[in-house]
């Protein structure tokens, strides 16, 4: 069997998948916030108190906000900063006695909507985190694509593309350029629109009013103002998606976290896209997760495959060789 662990800022979640992908057992704890120690020690009680409730030894993978550095071998990119210049992977592997699989939340999304998700059929998947942050995920032929710097998918931090200027009902004007001042140092991050905050904000901007993401989208199918609001976000992730499709060209993309639960975006996104994409006809198809939230630690177990877990778990000679080698 294979274990999945999603390591966040308040909890560590850990999901035992089966064979299929069958869920098998489930478990939450709090995350020890800020102590790295802590948090090693509770993902081995977690991964411990797993294996005995299944009776056997499985393989581990595990998402975090965050991606090894392939120039350092240390975690980077991570708003959990207890983590960051830390060797997670191995010090996990010595504390587990076995390899394990480290990959980025976004892109642990990412591969269980293409494993057995709502991209399954897809031979190239785009998963996209719309939450408090925008963050992205690249999966090709059900792996995982890093990149050179572990940063493939990443998207949130690049500029809006084509940007324009909106008016108010009562004659006020807002520009897109630059934009609002980002926390990674530059203005104008697809975060800064895209995220649950961003569309908070959008609103206030150009309303005054000061309303939850829930509440705006609520309010759009009654309330002019939530409308335009709503109108502006879907203008604005057709344009941001239209550039990963001219890059990437994903058979499939899923969108993630509390935003995807808004259905028109499935609609309306695909019939703008297509002005801003270099292509005859737009067959890419956009879809809600199959999985929802329980994506995540999904992915974490599917960072080893069914037949690789398989195998390794099959030949504890070969699985003792991988946990020196991952210790060292
Ligand atoms: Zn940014």
Redesign the pocket.
Known sequence: MRIGVDLGGTKIELLVLGAGGREVWRQRAPTPSGDYHGTIRQITALVNAAEAAVGQRCTVGIGIPGTISPATGLIKNSNSLCLIGNALDKDLAQALGREVRLANDADCFALSEAADGAGADAASVFGVILGTGVGGGLVYHKQIIQGANAIAGEW??NPLPYPRVWTTPDGRSFDERPGPP?????PG?I??YLSGPGMVRDHETMTGQSLTAADIVAAAASDPRAAATLDRYVDRLARALAIVINIFDPGTIVLGGGLSQVAALYDEVPKRWAKWIFSDAVVTKLLPPRFGDSSGVRGAAWLWPEDEATAVLSNPASAAARAGRAAT
């Open positions: 949130g931090h980002c926390y990674c140092g530059r991050c975060e800064l």
